[in-house]
């Protein structure tokens, strides 16, 4: 069974940093795009980070540009995401994502709420 778990959520202040993780079960995602989405209350779950299995391909949404950073180990079947600067607007539900030849796979989000 495949699971993607999600955890390095919490209560942060402005400026400050998070770091989450996702670890993948049940099948090797060396090959699979690994990302990073959120989902606001009342708002669409929109990309935040992606990361394909080439180390080039590497896309940021604007917002987190310059401030946060996609990164994985496929040794481990994880992917990471550095959050610093954070501001009020980044409080949201995060999920990770995996994509590839076998299908779609998403973890049930950890909460990251920013304080002003």
């Known amino acids: 069974q495949v699971q993607l778990v999600e955890s390095g959520g919490g209560l942060v202040q402005a400026g400050g940093s998070l770091r989450l993780s996702c670890v993948a079960s049940?099948?090797?995602?060396?090959?699979?795009?690994l990302g990073w989405f959120r989902q606001a209350p009342g708002k669409e779950r929109e990309l935040v980070a992606v990361r394909g299995w080439n180390a080039g391909e590497i896309s940021y949404a604007e917002s987190v540009k310059g401030r946060f950073a996609i990164s994985r180990d496929n040794a481990k079947n994880t992917v990471y995401l550095a959050m610093n600067s954070l501001k009020p607007e980044d409080t949201a539900v995060y999920y990770c994502r995996a994509y590839g030849v076998g299908g779609e796979y998403w973890g049930r989000g950890t909460q990251v709420t920013v304080s002003s």
């Open positions: 049940g099948r090797t995602f060396r090959t699979y795009t």
